[in-house]
């Protein structure tokens, strides 16, 4: 194989890794957790849509929005043990939004995400995302790795508090 032969090909495998890597879901904003120490209130949010056919004959499908769904996920969420941790409150009132969307949860495509966002500046302290297997057990250990994220969170803040005392002293 000649050099340029051999640039064209390598130059085609790049491309080709860049048209795949393209279609692939990028977040705009990665996940800060240095907020979640502070969080006392929360508010849910819970969304829930499913594809269905659209009934006027064209392709593909339409999308509706599932209150089953979105019922079935706060009480879910209601019966973990979040509420513990955190004083339910209104949207405007808390200090973080604590959203699950979900998207087909019957359908072999269903797909789950929990998002944690600052309610002051909607930025995002942690996100998650899954396929569905069962919504029982997916937002349970949804929850439960939030619930060791902001643990993990206080430890820090609390080392680097104490390590602030330390040099102050």
Same mark, same amino acid.
């Given at each position: ?71 079935? $996920? *706060?009480?879910?969420? %209601? ?5 513990? #941790? !955190?004083? @339910? &409150? ?42 569905? $297997? *069962?919504?029982?057990? %997916? ?5 439960? #790795? !939030?619930? @060791? &994220? ?20």
């Amino acid at each position: 194989m000649n050099r340029q032969t051999d640039f064209r090909m390598r130059t085609a495998l790049v491309s080709v890794a860049i048209f795949l890597l393209s279609g692939l879901p990028l977040h705009a904003q990665k996940a800060d957790p240095s907020g979640l120490a502070k969080i006392k209130t929360a508010a849910l949010v819970v969304k829930a849509t499913t594809s269905v056919s659209c009934g006027d004959g064209s392709e593909g499908s339409c999308v509706r929005q599932d209150p089953d769904v979105v019922k079935k $996920v *706060t009480d879910i969420v %209601d019966g973990t043990a979040l509420w513990q #941790h !955190f004083e @339910k &409150a209104d949207a405007p009132k808390a200090d973080a939004i604590l959203e699950f969307t979900v998207k087909n949860a019957s359908g072999t495509d269903g797909t789950i995400s929990f998002s944690v966002r600052d309610a002051d500046n909607n930025n995002f302290m942690y996100q998650e995302y899954r396929d569905v $297997v *069962t919504l029982e057990n %997916d937002i349970a250990r949804m929850v439960n #790795h !939030f619930l @060791k &994220a902001v643990e993990e969170a206080k430890k820090v803040t609390h080392r680097a508090e104490a390590l602030s005392n330390d040099l102050e002293a």
